[in-house]
């Protein structure tokens, strides 16, 4: 299952590389891309890990971007 994000207030390109990083490494992450530019983070994960894989990312995204707030993409 692959879902999109948008990381509104990421302005930090070093920031959105260590996001990407540490969000690829939780465990059920297939993959996890941060484009800096559009501000979106793309996850592809196991579905029935995606509630935790989610709260996990908000996680890590606060202690490496305190002010960026993770929110679900309107597609």
Partial sequence: MTK???LED???AHCAG?????IQKLDEVKS????FMSRRLVID???SAFDKIVKDAK???KKVE???EMVAAKL
């Fill in 45 to 47: 994960a196991e579905e």
């Fill in 32 to 35: 996890a891309q941060v484009n």
């Fill in 59 to 61: 996680k890590i995204i």
């Fill in 10 to 12: 990421l302005d930090c």
């Fill in 18 to 22: 260590v996001i990407e990083e540490k």
């Fill in 66 to 68: 305190p002010d960026v």
């Fill in 4 to 6: 999109t994000f948008i």
